[in-house]
């Protein structure tokens, strides 16, 4: 699995699931993390760096065990000291302590741990976040096609009442029907037609509505069911380059394979950025 865009500390077991050696071996889904990208703005593996360096400094200030010198030689060393530290500290003879490392080193460690926590906690509420936004995607789905029936049915009734007002008219004008009988007419369909327009604009307000809410959920679920799709490919490729360079395969076979993976990556970071 070894890639620059890979992260050193991902690795997968026989069943095919990935955990990761920062985070004490806990299981990952590197569809959600920059496993497989931009792992070095991991925090899971900020901290291992910065645990590593902090262990580093802890070694370097360590006292170093050294064989006793002769009285002279020692008293050498100390005017040797004495003569490095700075003109403050000669004048008033105050001595500077080391800091003390490994208090520091704990709350690095303390701080480091609670990064972590807070990133698991994160991808348990991006799991969560996401099936409600799909179950919530699903059920407005549904319910948008009910509600645009609705409408459209609303609309053949305003088309129908629309109608009978044109016959009516026609009537009043030839003389078939008197004035009053037209106007009372007239003023019934008008007024069903005013009824039927404000329940079908009411509807249609609604769904404009729910649909700008909807919208940014919708997008975030586009884009994350693109993005394991991506990170299998890139995990396909890197496989297909050890396997080149393994001897196991061809360089036709190579570069055919390569050039079809690439392909559908750019294709699927297409569909990201125009749903981004």
Known sequence: MASENICPGLYRDEKGKFYCAYAGGIEVDPAFMPCLAEYWECPYYIGHKEKEKAEEEAEEAAPQVVEEAPAESAAVEVQETVEAATP????????????????EKADVLGEIDSIAERAISLNDLWEKYDREARSLIEAWEEVRENAEKIVLSLQQSIDTYLGELSKLEVKHRIGVITDDVYEELRSELERKIAEKRELQESIVSKINEVERLILP????????????????????????????????????????????????????????EEVE
């Not at 403050?88 to 208090?103: D, L």
């Not at 884009?223 to 394991?228: M, T």
């Not at 299998?232 to 890197?238: E, F, N, P, V, Y």
């Open 88 to 103: 403050e500290a000669a004048e008033t003879g105050i001595t500077v302590e080391a800091a003390p490392v490994a208090e």
């Open 217 to 272: 959920h919708f997008k975030r679920v586009k884009v994350s069911e693109a993005k394991p799709e991506i990170a299998k490919l890139r995990l396909a490729l890197s496989k297909l380059e050890e396997m080149y360079k393994t001897g196991q395969i061809s360089e036709d076979t190579y570069r055919k394979l390569k050039n079809e993976i690439e392909e559908k990556i750019r294709k699927l970071e297409r569909v990201k």
